[in-house]
């Protein structure tokens, strides 16, 4: 009698943060158990506890972080340095919601995307670059930031001082703003999974901000060849796998405004638990090519 051996079911991370499972966390876990894969949750929002953390973290093949949450670039890095692959990586991570740093990344691959400048801390100096950079209406935005958090809109500069002065006494941190030509809306979106694109979507709102917490309705959109090809050149520059990349458009051009490294799967409802799913059918294949190699 021949014996046949159980392929090893994979055993995938996943950060979250969250006061408690939700909808997302329920679909993957669903879809986990019916493609074979096990999933170790990481609940950031709660204590960890440290030796436990480490347990876990040695039992996953890959961990997958589902979280945008500034806070969470430390646990990526202390997963890297127990050994283990994250998707994405937590130099990708930093990199791409860094708003200067993606835009610096843009300018240097020829991508197109809003004039930006980094701004000082020093009000008076701010000034200045304000009054040199001279495009109003302009955004203000912290350089990092989620879901429309440290983003405000000022049409002269007298408006914009005041929101610098309000982030910096807000923000214990002090992180760096920057000042961003304005575009209106409404702002775009295109998915991409394994670096391929599988969704495009129109982000409305009565609000200039189209976040997914401004956005209302999300209208589906056909990626022509322009704008693939400048989607394209995003992917080459990052080499992220996964992520939301945001557009703009002026006088009939695209402009990309930044990208998302954890992007919101759910815009489309019946569409989520595809999306859940290409994410969950690329981590197996990242592992199984992966563990090929070695």
């Known amino acids: 009698m021949f014996c046949i051996k159980k392929s090893k079911r994979i055993v995938i991370g996943y950060i979250f943060a969250a006061r408690k499972i939700g909808k997302e966390e329920r679909l993957f876990l669903r879809l986990a158990k019916k ?9 950031l929002f709660k204590k960890i506890n440290e030796d436990e953390f480490e347990s876990k973290v040695k039992r996953c093949d890959l961990v997958y972080n589902d979280t945008a949450e500034d806070f969470v670039i430390e646990s990526l890095k202390t997963i890297e340095e127990l050994g283990k692959k994250v998707i994405d990586t937590s130099r990708i991570f930093y990199y791409t919601e860094d708003k200067w740093m993606f835009y610096i990344k843009c ?12 701004l000082s801390n020093n009000v008076n100096i701010a000034r200045a670059e304000l009054k040199e950079f001279g495009k109003w209406p302009v955004v203000i935005k912290r350089v990092y930031g989620t879901m429309g958090e ?10 914009a001082l ?12 002090r992180l760096p703003i920057v000042a961003q030509e304005f575009i209106s809306p409404p702002s775009y979106r295109v998915t991409l999974i ?3 694109i599988v969704q495009a979507i129109i982000k409305k709102s009565k609000n200039w901000k189209c976040t997914g917490v401004y956005g ?3 209208d589906k959109f056909k990626v022509d060849k322009k704008l693939r090809g400048i989607i394209k050149k995003v992917v080459k520059a990052t080499n992220i796998n996964i992520c939301g990349v945001d557009l703009l458009k002026k006088d009939g051009q695209w402009f990309v405004l930044e990208i998302n490294s954890n992007p919101s799967l759910d815009f489309v409802n019946n569409e989520h638990e595809k999306l859940v799913g290409f994410v969950l059918d690329f981590l197996k294949r990242y592992h199984k090519k992966r563990n090929h190699k070695h």
Do not use: S, W
């Open 107 to 118: 300018r240097e691959h020829g991508i197109p995307t809003p004039d930006t400048i980094l």
């Open 216 to 218: 209302k309705k999300f």
């Open 194 to 196: 394994d670096k391929r």
């Open 35 to 43: 493609k074979g894969i096990d999933l170790v949750m990481f609940n």
């Open 150 to 159: 440290f983003v405000e809109k000022a049409d002269n500069l007298e408006q």
């Open 162 to 173: 005041k929101v610098i002065k309000k982030f910096l006494k807000i923000d214990c941190d």
